[in-house]
Structure formats: C-alpha cells, structure tokens
C-alpha cells in the first residue's frame, strides 16, 4: 500500500477538513496505525494548536504526538524562503515526515489553508512540499462562489498546473459545488500525462450545514456571553447587518440568516430584531449579537424575560462594533471536534458523493515513482547515518573540505579522519568559523602508522621496482596514507580530488586496493538527479574508450552501484542505433557487449534487465521506446545509461547537467575492493558532502550491512 497521500485545496474555505476527515476515516479502515501530517499550519492564535490537526486527533483518538504533527508555521516557512532557505524549509520538512513514516503504517499530509495574503505562494509551496516527500495528491477544487463553467475551467486549470510541476495526481474532488455542476461536467477535467488511468473526480455540493457559521461558532469565535435563546445557537448564519440607523431604515437590510450586529445600547435595535423574528412579513434572521459589552437596559431585559421563549439567540460581545465586525469577516464554518452533528454529515456526505472503494484502491495502488533531488540525498543521508563509517579526507587542510566535514559531524553522518598539519587544520577551521572538534587529525609525516604502511607498502610492490625510500617516500603523501589506510580497514573509505587530480587520487587504489574478483576494468558513474527521478550515467569519467568486454563489465558494475542506492537497474547500452536500425564498427561494439553482458548476467545469477543498443530517446521516452522498440523491459524505462565512449558520457552528462539543471553526484568509482571516490576540483562543499555519504553506503555494502 502506499504510504501516504498528500490532500490540497486550491483556495482557503474549500471545505478541506470535511474532506480530510472522509480520507481518515476510510485509511483507517484498512490501517491501524495512521497519523496526520501537516508540513505548514497557520501561525497559531488563541488555542495555541492547529485547528484540523485537533480534529483529527481527537475524533479518529490518533496517537501521534501534537508536536510530531507539523513543521513550521506560514509565517516560519515565508520567513526562510524570503532569506533564501527553501532548501533548508524543505529538508526540515522531510526530515520531520520520514520520523512519522518510520512508526506509522501510512501519513495522511495535509495542505496549508491558504488564509495568506499569497495563494500563488501556497499552491506552489504545496505542489513543492507533496513532490519531495514522494506524495500522490488528492486536489480539492472549490466550487464556492463560482458558476458551473468557472468550476470546471478552473479545476481544470490547477490539474494542468500541477502535472506541469511533475506532481502525481490521485483523485480530484470538486467541493463546495453549485448547483448546476454534474458528475458528466466534471468527468471532463482530465490528468493528462502524470496518470496511468482516468483519473476519477468526484463532486461533492455545497452543504450550507458546513459552508456556514453557526450562532455557537459566532460565540465561540468572539468569546461572547451568551444572554437568551441558549436553544438557538445551531442557528447558521448567512450574512452580517451592522444596525446603525433608525428601526424603519434598518428592517429594510434585513435578510434570510442574519446576524443583527448593534451596540448593547440600542434598545430599539433589540426589540425590533426581536419583532422581526415573530413576524410573517420579514425573514428570519439568525442572532443577535450586542457590541461594547453593554448590558441590556433594565427595563428591556424585563421585557425580553417576560416572553414566552426567546424567538433568536442574543449574544453579548466585548468589542466595540468596527472590532467585532473584523473578527466576525474572519469567521466562517468550521468543523470542531465535539461537534458530532457537522463530523456526521461531513463524513455522510463523503461517503455519498465520493466512490470511496475506487479512491481506497486508487491511495493502495498509486504511490508516487518521482524521485526529487532532496528525496534522494535525503535517503542517502539516512542511510549512511544509520550505520555510520569512517571516512579519510587526505585534503584536510582546504576550505572546502572543512566546511564539508563540519556540516557532515553536525548531522552525525560519518566519522572523519582529516589528514594534514593539526596546528595548520586548526587554524584554518576556527578562521573559516566550522567546527571540527569531533574529527580525528592526522600527519602523515609524523604517524605511528607511517612505518607500517610504509613496509606494507614496500612488499605490495617491490616487483614493480619499489624500494624502500621510494616506500617511506610514498606513504608520507596524504592520498598514498589515506588509501593505506582503507586498504588495511583502519578507515571505510576515502574521499579525494578537490584539489588533486584525478589520476592522483586513484592511482594509489589501482596500485593496491585493486579490483574485486571478477572485474577487470574500474569505472566510474554519476548519480543524475533530475526534476522528478534519478539515473545513472556511466562511465563519464575513467575510461576512455571500453572495448566491448570493458563495456559489458561497465554495465554489470553500474547496475549493481545503482541497487546499492535503491535505484531499479534498468540498463540500456546506448549507441546511435537502436536494435539493427543501423550499422557501423561503434555499433557493433555495443551490440556485442549487450550480448556478452547477458551472458554475464545469467552465470552470476544476477538478475535485472538489459538492453542494447538503444538510442537515448528510445531508451528513456515510453512513445519513442513504443515505437523502435515495443514489448522492451528497457525502453522506454531505462535507469541505467552506458555510454559507449568517455567522450560522449562526459559531454552527455555535463550536458544534460545544465540543460535540465540536474544535481550531478560524482564521479562514482565501481570496481574496487574497497571505496575511494574522486572529487572534481571545481567541486562545491555539497558536492563533498554527497560524495563522502556515497563513499559511506558503498562502504556499508562492501560489508553487506
């Protein structure tokens, strides 16, 4: 079953919570364990607690903590994206989810109530919010003050918008109908790319029981003292009538479910009020509330206690009027949860207008296949936490690696060995204002471990000529220790090339670390997180140009890096021919390593798809795949890209880094019996970061932890 489901309005008053309360109860006819999540709350008033979170705790009796519940306040989330924290916003956010994820069978998100001042801001924060925590969206469509067409116009118009933002779409339901918007209307508005089936819409009209405030909402809302006609108080209010002018003038304002509004002074206004409710030639209003906190006049009091029952409700406010008037422009239906009459007729409602067994299989079956940037470094981040590794940056005195290993003991990911000058490290660490103090720090030149290494080194090497001074010599450069020292498992990995080269960096390992059993050839690939997925591009950055048993090599290595980051390998072997459109020897080549890889393939017992060659298009667009290459397993659906040559993985990616605006994590070393990564040296502090996390979860599964 999927986990979650993400429920977002697209305007305030839409009727969410009566909806929210339909989803609960029917996830919890399945699951026991179900919590309520809300990433955005209003900014808190009075009760000091979100209105729709109480709710929903105290009716379905959740046991999820208040705290657990919500993220941020609107204005905490404006305030970081104003100062360009969006980033920060959403990881917090994420974070917070995946706590909730980890106890609970399935979380119910909910979106914000667009009572801002910027709905433009909280649909897409919304949309943003429900991509990164991997959430299909059940859209609300309100139908309040809207004719039938600008319903449909405009339901339509959120559904195109949030396909366009690579939102996964389950259901939508127009709330709030008028009159006049069917079923036949609405089965027009249409997902047209990001679902596999019709999605289903639902129509759900107007109810004036939960559209409107009642007369004990008016009281609890201006905390008013409630004076006579107690009986009344499930009295909905319409409409509002300030009563400032004389008895003839006033009565001609009055209306069907007024709410009278006057001074507590006004003794005429009361009494009039009061008449108009017992008289068959007005409307009937619904209450009337006194402004000013004026008592009633002795005399009227009398008068109003000596009649036979109280025709309206009359509620006595301590504001003055204009105040009133503003607090009560906030007011509108709401559903408490010690109301049992609105929480029935919500759910009945639900149950009547929404085909619950279609939406309960739709939430079952749809869990949402896009993959965003923060998502996927997220899971890595967790990952790699979970059972931490020890990690050796040779770099250690540069700026960029300092900064990186603050961020990464901050967030407890790994444990750090820094090699340098401590007294230099130190130094540079309190200039740049990071905080290493939980990293170890070691000189190669001075270790205890040099000697060892050194000797290790010496019999690891002496047939290629090494002798001893060329030994110590050796293990005294930081790339050459720091790959000792993951060679003799006194750290997991090692991190490098921020400013070495890449040859530097990876010689060591090629001279001692070597390649597992079984591979000839080290490679490398680059995670490719794009707007809505991640692939894996390789190789881009060791080989020049693999012939076609390197190439298949590649290939088996790249699909294996992506399972260890929780990507299904799906490998295509690119060419500029897809199956036998076209000839030539660069052709050939792929053909033969798509062959001997399948060979491979069956005698290691692995078992993931493989095709080749393909084109890119045929092998990442289902229509294009449909037609070069239909019933493929691969086309259409790749995850794993092979590029044929170094120089065109290198321009590819690089390519589509920019052009798609794509977080590129690597270069990814595959092949060798222990991790070592290399680092561009244009690389950023988030680019060291990913990459000693990647170095970690390789190392965990090199353990198979």
Known sequence: MSRNLYVSATEERSGKSAVVLGVLQMVLRE?????????????????????????????FKLSVPYCDTYAYTLKQARELINSGQHALLLENILKKYKSLEEKYDFVLCEGTDFNGKDPAFEFDINADIAANLGAPVLIISSGRDKTPDEVISLSQTTVDTLEEKGVDLVACIVNRAPEGVTEEMASHIECKVRCKNPMPVYVIPED???????????????????????????????NYVVAAMQIGNFLEYIKPGSLIITPGDRSDII???????????????????????????????KLIEGWTGVPVPVLSAKGHTYQTVQQLSRLY????????????????????????QELRDRVVEQRSIRVTPMMFEYSLVDKASRNKQHIVLPEGSGERILRATDILLRRGVVDVTLLGREDDIRAKASAFGVNIERAQIINPAESTYLDYFAEEYLELRKHKGVFAEMAWDRMSDPTYFATMMVHKGLADGMVSGSVTTTAQTIRPAFEFVKTKSGCSIVSSVFLMCLKNRVLVYGDC??????????????????????????????????????????????????????????????????????????QYDAAVDPEVAEVKMPG?????????????????????????????????????????????????????????????VITAIQAQAEKGT
């Open 208 to 238: 004036e029981a939960l559209g409107k405030p009642s007369i004990a909402d008016v009281k609890r809302w201006l905390d008013a003292d409630i004076l006579y006609g107690h009986s009344g108080l499930q009295g909905l209010v319409d």
């Open 632 to 692: 493929s397993d691969v086309a259409g659906q790749a995850t794993v890209f092979i590029f044929p040559d170094l120089n065109t993985g290198n321009n590819t990616y690089k390519a589509v880094q920019r052009a798609a605006n794509a977080i590129a994590i690597g270069p990814i070393l595959q092949g060798l019996n222990k991790p070592v990564n290399d680092l561009s040296r244009g690389c950023t502090v988030p680019d060291i970061v990913n990459t000693v």
């Open 541 to 614: 950055a060791v080989n020049t140009n693999p012939d076609a048993q390197q190439l298949a090599e590649i290939a088996i290595a790249s699909a294996e890096t992506a399972r260890v980051f929780g990507i299904v390998p799906r490998v295509a072997l690119l060419s500029y021919s897809t199956g036998n459109s076209g000839k030539g020897e660069d052709v050939d080549k792929v053909t033969e390593a798509a062959a001997i890889a399948k060979r491979l393939i069956k005698e290691r017992g692995l078992d993931f798809p493989i095709e080749g060659p393909l």
């Open 31 to 59: 699951l026991r364990k179900v919590a309520i999540f809300r990433p955005i709350i209003n900014d808190p008033g009075e009760s000091n607690k979100d209105h729709d979170i109480e709710l929903m705790l105290e009716h």
């Open 271 to 301: 009494l009039s009020s009061l008449a108009s409710r017992l008289s068959n030639s007005y409307p009937d209003i619904s209450g009337i509330v006194l402004t000013g906190g004026l008592p009633v006049s002795v005399n009227v009091h």
């Open 333 to 356: 239906g709401r559903i408490e949860s010690h109301d049992h009459q609105r929480i029935a007729t919500a759910l009945g409602g639900f149950s009547k207008h929404v085909n619950v």
